[in-house]
């Protein structure tokens, strides 16, 4: 692997800068991704809470996305020994990060709207 870019090479440098970019992307891209992230933000949930959260997301869905983000590092699932057998899902540490990124997001949707809304484009 090859030497490790920081945040400022990533930044003035093009290639780097759109490398960056897609591997992000590719993490939490999709209709379900981040409402799925947003969901564990402040604490564990359960397969069904996710399911009740998260309107119009069908089971099949919901579980091919939540092994997506196991395999990206992003959810950690626990499954503990009970009957019936309970499985909870958890943001990793690096995932908890993206909780700053959602809240520019946020941010920015409720700016965007507003503008967008009150048709002053500028």
């Avoid at 959810?75 to 690096?94: A, C, G, H, I, N």
Wanted: charged share 25%.
């Amino acid at each position: 692997m090859g030497k490790k870019v920081t945040f400022s090479e990533a930044k003035s440098c093009p290639i780097q800068f759109v490398l960056a970019l897609n591997d992000t992307l590719n993490v939490i891209t999709g209709k379900w991704k981040l409402p799925i992230i947003g969901t564990m933000l402040f604490n564990k949930k359960r397969f069904s809470e996710i399911q009740k959260i998260i309107p119009k997301i069908t089971p099949r869905m919901l579980s091919k996305e939540l092994k997506d983000l196991e395999m990206n590092g992003i959810v950690k699932r626990t499954v503990f020994d009970t009957v019936p057998v309970t499985v909870e899902y958890e943001l990793t540490d690096s995932a908890k990060a993206l909780g700053k990124v959602l809240d520019k997001m946020l941010e920015w949707g409720l700016q965007h709207r507003e503008t967008t809304l009150s048709g002053s484009n500028d």
